[in-house]
T-cell receptor, first 116, second 114 residues
Framework: AQSVTQPDIHITVSEGASLELRCNYSYGATPYLFWYVQSPGQGLQLLLKYFSGDTLVQGIKGFEAEFKRSQSSFNLRKPSVHWSDAAEYFCAVGGAPLNQGGKLIFGQGTELSVKP | EAQVTQNPRYLITVTGKKLTVTCSQNMNHEYMSWYRQDPGLGLRQIYY???????DKGDVPEGYKVSRKEKRNFPLILESPSPNQTSLYFCASSPHRGVNTEAFFGQGTRLTVV
């Protein structure tokens, strides 16, 4: 069965420090991978997506993610965290079968806190 | 502005009192779906629709109904809400039903059933 695991429920980093949020997926075919961010009281905003090609993808707000097929991972990174990055982050995989195309399978989410 | 609009944003209701959460998108998207978000569980799909008059169950459909009479609207109906349906609900739309399509989300509806 398809699944997404975000091992870290809560992470705290200092402002200016680097960040890596982990995401592992289980998927039988070529995965289509997404990272979304949910700020307090807001909906989900797409940070970046991987469909094919270059395994290092750039997103908005200075985020990037690297697809590693051998490790079934799609970790999100940012070199220098800003206080406004405090939010909950969700990794998701585009779901099959095709007649359910458009369905996203989400991880449990990682809540990021930023220390001044 | 391209958007998915949900209403209401917040709702407190009593057990058994029917309610509807509306969802509307202005992007002419074919595919729409409803998710619920619960702590530690991420988002789980409730129902989805691939086009007008075409709907189907997602992973957690029990206690919910949907309809898709117009392409832009996809309301979520709780005929007899129960406390275990207290959750944060999101409506989403996608241009088509391919697995590589980005989903656009509404702002969410926080529902409390007492």
């Amino acid at each position: 069965a398809q699944s997404v695991t975000q091992p870290d429920i809560h992470i705290t980093v200092s402002e200016g420090a680097s960040l890596e949020l982990r995401c592992n997926y289980s998927y039988g075919a070529t995965p289509y991978l997404f990272w979304y961010v949910q700020s307090p009281g807001q909906g989900l905003q797409l940070l970046l997506k991987y469909f094919s090609g270059d395994t290092l993808v750039q997103g908005i707000k200075g985020f990037e993610a690297e697809f590693k097929r051998s490790q079934s991972s799609f970790n999100l990174r940012k070199p220098s965290v800003h206080w406004s990055d405090a939010a909950e982050y969700f990794c998701a995989v585009g779901g099959a079968p095709l007649n359910q195309g458009g369905k996203l399978i989400f991880g449990q989410g990682t809540e990021l806190s930023v220390k001044p | 502005e391209a958007q998915v609009t949900q209403n209401p944003r917040y709702l407190i209701t009593v057990t058994g009192k029917k309610l509807t959460v509306t969802c509307s998108q202005n992007m002419n998207h074919e595919y729409m779906s409803w998710y619920r978000q619960d702590p530690g569980l991420g988002l789980r799909q409730i129902y989805y629709s691939m086009n007008v008059e075409v709907t189907d169950k997602g992973d957690v459909p029990e206690g919910y109904k949907v309809s898709r009479k117009e392409k832009r609207n996809f309301p979520l109906i709780l005929e007899s809400p129960s406390p275990n349906q207290t959750s944060l609900y999101f409506c989403a739309s996608s241009p088509h039903r391919g697995v590589n399509t980005e989903a656009f989300f509404g702002q969410g509806t926080r529902l409390t059933v007492v």
